[in-house]
């Protein structure tokens, strides 16, 4: 993790706590892995102009979907959308814990409306489905991703 998990550095076979905690943050660990920082991630795994998909677990047992897109200040430039159609999820605490800019609607409800209408970025998640979408847009310099779980 190349920005450190609450400005720590840590290795790849650091345990990733349930919770971190310092002066500048106290978040769910599964998020802060993420590293989002300077509006891109800093996982260390990104590479420009690739999409980089991979599940990370806490010390507790909980499992995340992690989506990175690009590599800040690597002119990635790249747009993907991804479809989560799992029946297992349904009535479950699941759902997007980090958008990477956070930008565009984010929906989490039972109405199962698609991200059909949103030209860069849109998330959506229905609960009651098991069902979501996320419409992902990596701008020239910053990288574009997701942390799902």
């Not at 450190?4 to 998020?31: D, M, Y």
Request: hydrophobic share 35%; charged share 15%; proline share 5%.
């Amino acid at each position: 993790v190349t920005d450190g998990l609450c400005g720590r550095q840590v290795s790849a076979n650091t345990p990733i706590p349930v919770q971190t905690t310092g002066s500048s943050c106290n978040k769910p660990g599964l998020v802060d892995f993420y590293g989002y920082s300077r509006s891109s991630a800093n996982v260390g795994y990104e590479q420009a102009r690739t999409a980089i998909l991979y599940f990370i677990q806490d010390v507790a047992g909980s499992v995340a979907f992690v989506v990175t897109f690009g590599r800040r200040g690597h002119g990635s430039r790249l747009k993907a959308g991804l479809i989560i159609d799992s029946p297992d999820l349904t009535n479950t605490s699941i759902g997007f814990l980090l958008r990477d800019d956070a930008s565009g609607p984010n929906v989490n409800d039972a109405t199962g409306q698609p991200c059909n209408n949103h030209d860069t970025e849109c998330w959506h998640w229905s609960p009651t489905r098991g069902f979501g979408q996320a419409r992902m847009a990596a701008g020239a310099q910053f990288t574009d991703g997701m942390v799902f779980g």
